[in-house]
């Protein structure tokens, strides 16, 4: 099984913005699949991921994306999701893209603040030769969402050089790393999805780069406008110095909520809403009042650790299910099994077993 550790996930990251996270439910929705049991008990609603500059934690982005990949199987949607990912989507980082003067400008915006948008990645773009090189690289292990996010990463960035250009990227091609999908042959999409491939793409490659002819990206987009590129750059850095000003705060109850049952012993069931007041030297009250306050509440918060702390567990082949559901705090198997397959589209058995 190649789970990411959860626990691992840097604390202190901005987190992704909400309309990522409605965009894959409507992907998922475009599949055939019912999108709401994709965020289902992670206290977000597509009504709280339409307001404005709403961010999600990346805690439950990947707990979200790992039950949309389980959902939709050999579907490819990674390939589907960056289809979906219209570069006016990307706010004032799109904007600069549109208004850049080059497509390789607007590609050095994207390497420049792609923290905004995708905190987990790192882009660079270097050239070879007559060949201008994207490469994008994960900043810590995604797991299971490897080639997911690699997929909807490039592929994303080449339908956006596509939609600037007015035109494809003629010449260009995608190289992954890892196994070629089912859903791939040839380079191109199999099956009638309605989907397609922007450029061709193979697997098995050392790195995951976008690779283009360098003459190709010197060529200005449609609405190049340097005017509208300079306000879009300024909106970049406003945002960037409003999210990292956040990060200094001190940490919220959400987070020390967090941070407390993440290194909760795993031998031990996690703790009752009133057991973290007192730890915390509140009350249960206040402690319910400041959750809502910040937008959360201790059930949501525990569905989130729980599903976590469970893919952890069951990597231990050492313990039965029936001693995974009782560390969570399940004295049901049953109602374990019913919890873990909402969380990922799986039983517990199926997870361990890698099917």
């Known amino acids: 099984m190649n789970s990411v550790q959860l626990r691992q996930l840097p604390a ?3 987190g992704v913005p909400a309309i990522y996270l409605l965009l894959l439910c409507d992907v998922v ?15 977000v609603d597509r009504a709280g991921l339409l307001e404005g500059q709403r961010r999600v934690s990346l805690q439950i982005c990947h707990t979200a994306a790992c039950r949309a990949v389980a959902m939709a199987g050999d579907q490819g949607l990674g390939l589907a999701y960056a289809q ?5 989507l990307h706010g004032s980082l799109g904007m600069m893209a549109l208004s850049s003067p080059s497509i390789s400008a607007a590609m050095n915006a994207a390497t420049e603040y792609v923290t905004l948008r995708a905190p987990f990645l790192s882009v660079t773009q270097i050239f070879d030769g007559d060949t201008a090189v994207i490469d994008v690289a994960a900043r810590w292990s995604l797991g299971e969402l490897d080639r997911f996010i690699m997929e909807a990463m490039l592929a994303g960035l080449a339908h956006m050089a596509g939609q600037l250009l007015g035109a494809p ?4 091609e995608i190289r992954l790393s890892g196994p070629c999908p089912d859903y791939v042959r040839d380079g191109q999409l199999v099956g009638d999805s309605g989907y397609q491939v922007p450029v061709p793409i193979t697997y098995g490659h050392a790195s ?6 360098a003459s190709l990206l010197e ?3 449609r609405l190049a406008n340097p005017t509208v590129a300079a306000l879009a750059r300024e909106q970049c850095e406003q945002e960037f110095r409003q999210l990292f000003a956040e990060q200094s705060q001190p940490p919220g109850m959400v987070e020390r909520i967090t941070g407390m049952l993440r290194d909760w012993p795993e031998s031990q069931a996690l703790p009752s809403q009133d057991e ?4 915390l030297h509140t009350s249960t009250s206040t402690l319910k009042r400041r959750l809502r306050e910040e937008g959360s509440n201790y059930r949501d918060l525990m569905e989130v650790l729980q599903s976590e702390r469970a893919r952890l567990l069951l990597e231990n082949s050492r313990l039965g299910i029936s001693e995974v559901a009782w560390r969570l705090g399940y004295n049901d198997v049953s109602n374990f099994s019913r919890a873990f ?3 990922t589209g799986k039983t517990p058995r199926q997870w361990r077993g890698g099917a």
Do not use: F, H, Y
């Open 276 to 279: 973290v007041a007192a730890l």
């Open 341 to 343: 397959r909402r969380w």
């Open 208 to 213: 995951c780069q976008l690779r283009a002819p």
């Open 29 to 43: 929705k475009s599949l055939g699949l019912d999108d709401r049991k994709m965020i289902e008990g992670l206290g």
């Open 12 to 14: 202190n990251q901005p």
């Open 169 to 172: 990227l003629t010449g260009a």
């Open 84 to 88: 979906a990912l219209n570069v006016t």
């Open 219 to 221: 060529e200005a987009p």
